[in-house]
């Protein structure tokens, strides 16, 4: 059963740091480029990053740049999102995706989903 499990959301003040995590299971995820996603209320969903299945090519968002970081840990199945100086406009669901490099651009057409972590900024 393909499972993609995002953790780590939660309340942060501004300036604070966060960590998300995505566990993926049942299909392998070395074969995929990730995605960061997130989608704030009232809001379209926003790519944040894309991490090359390798790990050595990751593209950010303007919004996030020098502020968020995607690593990624094949051998345990998971990716990262370090979240760092985090801004109000931050907040909204995080999701991770798997899929390939151009999908990952603007997440449609990616396999699979995780079911989102929520962040909440507020001092």
């Known amino acids: 059963q393909v499972q993609f499990v995002e953790s780590g959301g939660g309340l942060v003040q501004p300036g604070g740091s966060l960590r998300l995590s995505c566990t993926a299971s049942?299909?392998?995820?070395?074969?995929?480029?990730i995605g960061w996603f997130r989608q704030a209320p009232g809001k379209a969903r926003e790519s944040v990053s894309c991490?090359?299945?390798?790990?050595?090519?990751?593209n950010y968002a303007d919004s996030v740049k020098g502020r968020f970081t995607t690593s990624r840990d094949n051998a345990k199945r998971t990716v990262y999102l370090q979240m760092n100086d985090v801004k109000p406009e931050d907040r909204g669901v995080y999701y991770c995706?798997?899929?390939?490099?151009?999908?990952?651009?603007?997440?449609?057409?990616?396999?699979?989903w995780g079911k989102g972590t929520l962040v909440t900024v507020s001092s």
């Open positions: 995706s798997a899929g390939g490099g151009l999908e990952c651009l603007s997440g449609d057409g990616m396999h699979y």
């Open positions: 049942g299909f392998d995820l070395e074969d995929y480029v």
């Open positions: 991490i090359s299945s390798s790990g050595l090519s990751i």
